[in-house]
């Protein structure tokens, strides 16, 4: 089986986050502070997925940037599909040829597509534009059933987060 047959297979599987979001403080010294959560996957019989998790992060806004979120699913070392919500970002798409935005530049929010190619491919991405919306739509095409989204801003505002 090829990686990509795998990470199709993965992504048709129903399955489940192990554990509820919950944000923690990332390490390191990011200012602002990036927030993360991760989680492990389960399949629709309650078996860990071995070598499968969810990672989503978070960062604040610090003008002149917007706030930025994305969404990853990891399959071993791989961030087999994502989405990456950041408004100032750009790809310029190479080798990937035969894929609609192969030798095109796609700026924006944006969706990561593993390929035969491998990691780096990405597509646009239009949803409408609340963090809530992205998250259900990222678990709608991952097969994730069940998780609810919670806003990691309610942390950061309420000044909880210098606590951490």
């Known amino acids: 089986m090829t990686r990509l047959t795998a990470v199709r297979a993965l992504l048709a599987t129903p399955k489940h986050l192990a554990r509820t979001m919950a944000w923690q403080r990332k390490r390191g010294n990011h200012l602002p502070p990036w927030m993360i959560f991760e989680s ?3 399949d629709a019989q309650q078996k860990t997925l071995e070598g499968v998790r969810v990672r989503c992060q978070w960062r604040p806004v610090d003008p002149p ?4 979120y994305s969404f990853g699913l990891y399959f071993g070392y791989d961030r087999v599909f994502a989405y990456d919500i ?3 970002d750009a790809h310029h798409l190479r080798g990937f040829d035969g894929l609609p935005f192969d030798g095109q530049i796609v700026l924006g929010n944006h969706v ?6 491998g990691y780096g491919y990405v597509e646009p991405l239009t949803v409408e534009p609340s963090m809530a919306a992205y998250w259900d739509q990222f678990c709608h095409d991952a097969a994730i059933s ?4 919670y806003a990691p801003t309610d942390l950061h505002q309420s000044g909880q987060l210098s606590l951490l």
Not at 65 to 68: G, M, R
Not at 146 to 149: A, D, I, L, M
């Open 40 to 42: 492990g996957v389960m």
């Open 112 to 117: 990561h597509r593993w390929a035969e190619q």
């Open 65 to 68: 940037y917007p706030e930025k």
């Open 146 to 149: 069940g998780s609810v989204f």
């Open 86 to 88: 950041d408004p100032m």
